[in-house]
Nanobody
Framework: QLQLVESGGGLVHVGGSLRLSCAASGVTLDSYVVGWFRQAPGKEREGVSSISSDGNSYYADSVKGRFTISRDNAKNTVYLQMNSLKPEDTAVYYC?????????????????WGQGTQVTVSS
């Protein structure tokens, strides 16, 4: 069974950068769609970015131009490089994976979810 573990979160100042990792075990990730989602306190979880098995990527308007998703199949890991961070990026970030067809940035249809990693951007 596929297991996902996020890492790389932390506390950063406005304008700083973090790179989140979503490491998979149990199954190779290369045939899966992987998405990054986030949930801020008091808000609903929202889609941030996703990458298809053939490398097509999608971004929420709020992070376009600042975040970059990538995958390293050799390491069985998907990354989310986050630059120019803003206080509104503060949230718990989750990665999720599925072999099914999903709407880009939509949460429906993802089979496997990680436990989340906290990102806090201080002003």
């Amino acid at each position: 069974q596929l297991q996902l573990v996020e890492s790389g979160g932390g506390l950063v100042h406005v304008g700083g950068s973090l790179r989140l990792s979503c490491a998979a075990s149990g199954v190779t990730l290369d045939s899966y769609v992987v998405g990054w989602f986030r949930q801020a306190p008091g808000k609903e979880r929202e889609g941030v970015s996703s990458i298809s098995s053939d490398g097509n990527s999608y971004y929420a308007d709020s992070v376009k131009g600042r975040f970059t998703i990538s995958r390293d199949n050799a390491k069985n890991t998907v990354y989310l490089q986050m630059n120019s961070l803003k206080p509104e990026d503060t949230a718990v970030y989750y990665c999720a994976a599925t072999r099914g067809v999903v709407v880009p940035l939509g949460q429906q249809g993802y089979t496997y979810w990680g436990q989340g990693t906290q990102v806090t951007v201080s002003s």
